[in-house]
């Protein structure tokens, strides 16, 4: 079994695909092996694993989290869902900029958005759980989140009503997040 790069975006987000093996009883894949992430220049450790649930038309972020800083190796697991990494880090070419993708449980996908990204997604089934890796441990005093229909932004979400937390709906534009003092820990 062997893991590829199938694109970049935004110079720092890669999209990974695994082989897949599926007869007649089901499918198997190899969702992580570090000696092979290691040949793809994708050298991390993960110390925490998250898995999320959530029907049609809920959207959840766009989170991240500076103490400690936080990359995610996002994937679907059951469903269909729009997946998406913004730039935050400061003096980054690509500030401000967004990669989406939608995503099934069966074609072997990955996102990989190292820390200084905010992400999120979209469930565009009727049911979706997504699963991440997290290169961090969660503290909730060190993370925050961009709102999700940030003009700066303009991501072009799939939902147009989407069903959001009270936390999500009141997140901080980019804007905001760059004049706080924390936001120095994310420099390009």
């Known amino acids: 079994m062997q893991a590829r790069i199938e694109e970049k975006h935004l110079r720092d987000i890669v999209v990974i695909r695994s082989e897949v093996f599926e007869d007649d009883r089901g499918f198997f894949t190899e969702v992580f092996r570090a ?67 939608e995503c099934t449980a069966r074609e072997g996908l990955q996102i990989w958005a190292p820390a200084g990204f905010a992400r999120g997604f979209c469930v565009l089934s009727d049911w979706a759980e997504i699963q991440y890796k997290c290169t961090g441990i969660y503290n909730n005093a060190g993370e925050s989140g961009i709102l999700w229909n940030d003009p700066a932004v303009e991501i072009e979400w799939p939902v147009t009503d989407p069903i959001l937390s009270e936390k999500d709906r009141t997140a901080q534009r980019l804007e905001e997040w760059l004049a706080r003092p924390e936001a120095d820990n994310f420099i390009y």
């Open 35 to 101: 000696d092979q992430f290691a040949e793809l220049g994708l050298t991390t450790s993960f110390v925490q694993d998250n898995h999320s649930g959530s029907v049609r038309g809920v959207l959840r972020g766009l989170h991240f989290q500076w103490d400690p800083p936080m990359g995610k190796l996002m994937r679907v697991t059951a469903g269909e869902a729009f997946l998406v990494a913004v730039d935050i880090r400061k003096g980054s070419p690509t500030l401000g900029r967004w990669f989406g993708i």
